[in-house]
């Protein structure tokens, strides 16, 4: 525990040294009893103050200090507890994410070592329930364990802060992600412990932390393996930074990150062979069993599954493999099914990245030096893969689930007189003008699209309760209705460059009276350095189309040109945003 790092000493400890462990439980008691979340925020991450610190405040609370002790026997770990003031009776579980980070430094088999994680309740000023996290290291005498103890008294690897997460959804834990990040916390792993129900991800503390800790920890309730996965492809050690003996070397960082290609592949050959389908949840099924299943070869079969198991997709159990939920969104049948977008990711655009430097050094998209033509009109030629590509788009609909209680449309929707008007440019097959129809009874809508599309559209629309508010128009961007109350660009932009951009503009401000609302949803690029799922389909949206991601201010700029003010931009999931333009 780093206040008593004074008195620790570098000397091998006994296994049944836990005089130093009682002193390690009870200074951490001590401060989990005195801290007050907002000032222990502050000094964690220096420079933090004002608004942000409220909103983080607000979004996460002080829950505990970790320390990692190593008791011979359950009955010396509960004496020990007992002999601080802490409960004896905690019940105890097994820590996956310790087990497995102890197992890393001291390069042993994660089943010998036997780790153990306990949170004996204690107050905190406000009254509030806080936790000593403890975790406990068995350490029988003769184990051949002792070294492992030493080393980890002298250097606390495990001995943290955690602030538990409130509202644990997507978009809040990215949002606390990159404000950590952006006040100098570095991403240090973390994992999903199935036997709690819950993710953590770690940080180093900033250089200038006030405290004495060096690693803070944020818990959210649930299986966030999805964000936990972006996570830790940013637990690298930056330039500068001298790296602690647990972290990777930069061979080791650089060959995971050159294995971002096969990754891909795996997720793409695990919805071709349709495993999801033939899988669940709940049971457990044995790659043999699933190999007859999907027709596929078992002992290759058993080495996909093993990878799929290393990036959360599926968990292996003693009855098997069993899909984790994110492994469900690769299933055709579930709720916001990913499916294409990895049948997509793993087909033409993966074959159109490979010719990325062409991109770079012409400035062409290599999806156009691959193919001769750009990819609108490779699809269009193409009616299966055109198809593909649609339900890709709305595989992505969960940036929309917020979109329909933006205030443009309630008030659009509760406005007295006449109906108002929302007009979809170029809106695939309808998923979102039929969310905003659905949740709003008094609009009407039109949704404007090329012929080939239409037809999807009006089955979609059809078979929902907007489908009789619903008008459609065949056409371009040219096309634009005139009239409307709300007009609505959802990732369109970002397919193409500034001047098709100010085109596309053009037509909407010429269409719109001058009451009328324009909604644009994009990512928005960060001004800073902060990781972000823009920069990801920046590169993307280059290679592919010839597009791009922008800021805000970007934006604004492009809608400026044709007479139009960026009024705001609210956060979607997914990374998205919604940018508000009017007339001033």
Not at 175 to 204: C, I, K, M, Q, W
């Amino acid at each position: 525990m780093p206040a008593t790092r004074a008195t620790t000493t570098t000397t091998p400890a006994t296994p049944a040294n836990t005089g130093e462990d009682v002193e390690r439980l009870s200074a951490t008691a001590g401060f989990v009893r005195e801290q007050d979340t907002a000032v222990l925020l502050s000094r964690v991450l220096p420079g933090l103050d004002g608004p942000e610190l409220r909103a983080l405040t607000d979004q996460c609370r002080f829950a505990h200090a970790a320390v990692l002790v190593f008791p011979p026997d359950e009955h010396a770990l509960r004496t020990d507890l007992a002999a601080c003031g802490l409960s004896a009776d905690a019940r105890a579980q097994p820590s996956v994410v310790v087990r497995e980070r102890l197992a890393s430094r001291h390069r042993r088999n994660p089943a010998d070592l036997d780790v153990r994680i306990l949170r004996p309740v204690v107050r905190g000023p406000g009254e509030e329930l806080r936790a000593v996290e403890v975790f406990a290291l068995t350490v029988p005498p003769d184990s051949g364990l002792s070294g492992i103890a030493a080393e980890e008294r002298r250097l606390d690897h495990e001995a943290h802060l955690a602030f538990d997460v409130a509202r644990p959804d997507p978009l809040v834990l990215r949002g606390l992600l990159a404000s950590f990040a952006r006040h100098g916390a570095d991403a240090d792993g973390g994992g999903y412990n199935p036997h709690e129900d819950g993710t953590v991800f770690y940080f180093t503390a900033p250089a200038d932390t006030k405290t004495t800790y060096r690693r803070v920890e944020l818990y959210a309730s649930g299986d966030h393996r999805d964000v936990l996965t972006e996570h830790l492809g940013r637990s690298l050690a930056p330039a500068g930074r001298a790296r602690r003996p647990d972290e990777p070397q930069p061979a080791e960082t650089l060959l995971w990150l050159l294995t971002g290609a096969w990754t891909t592949q795996a997720l793409a050959a695990c919805a071709r062979l349709r495993l999801p389908e033939a899988m669940n949840r709940h049971t457990g099924i044995h790659s043999s069993e699933l190999a007859r299943a999907v027709g596929a070869h078992p002992q290759s079969l058993a080495t996909l599954l093993r990878y799929l198991a290393m990036l959360g997709v599926v968990s292996e159990g003693p009855d098997g493999f069993r899909l984790t939920d994110v492994g469900a969104l690769l299933d055709p049948e579930a709720p916001g099914s990913m499916r294409p977008l990895a049948l997509m990711y793993g087909g033409p655009f993966y074959q159109s990245f490979a010719h990325l430097t062409h991109t770079v050094r012409s400035g062409h998209p290599g999806f156009d030096h691959l193919y001769g033509e750009n990819h609108f009109d490779h699809f269009a030629r193409d009616p299966e893969l055109a198809t593909l590509f649609d339900q890709s788009m709305v595989s992505s609909a969960a940036m929309f689930d917020a979109l329909p209680a933006h205030p443009v449309l309630t008030a659009a929707a509760t406005a007295p007189g006449r109906p108002r008007t929302v007009v979809d440019i170029a809106g695939g097959t309808g998923e979102l003008l039929g969310r905003i129809l659905t949740a709003h009874p008094t609009l009407r809508g039109i949704l404007l699209e090329r012929p080939q599309v239409l037809a999807a559209a009006r089955m979609h629309l059809s078979a929902t309760d907007a489908g009789g508010r619903c008008g459609y128009r065949a056409g371009d961007f040219a096309d634009v209705p005139a009239g409307a109350d709300v007009y609505v660009l959802s990732r369109v932009l970002h397919d193409w460059d500034d001047d098709r951009c100010r085109t596309i503009l053009r037509h909407c401000a010429d269409a719109m009276p001058r009451h009328a609302d324009l909604l644009i949803v994009e990512r928005l690029l960060p001004t800073d350095a902060a990781p972000s799922l823009a920069t990801a389909w920046d590169l993307h949206m280059m290679c592919n189309t010839g597009g791009r991601e922008r800021t805000a201010d970007h934006y604004a700029r492009l809608l400026d040109d044709h007479g139009l003010e960026l009024v705001g931009h609210t956060p979607l999931a997914l990374g998205a945003h919604a940018l508000h333009a009017r007339r001033p």
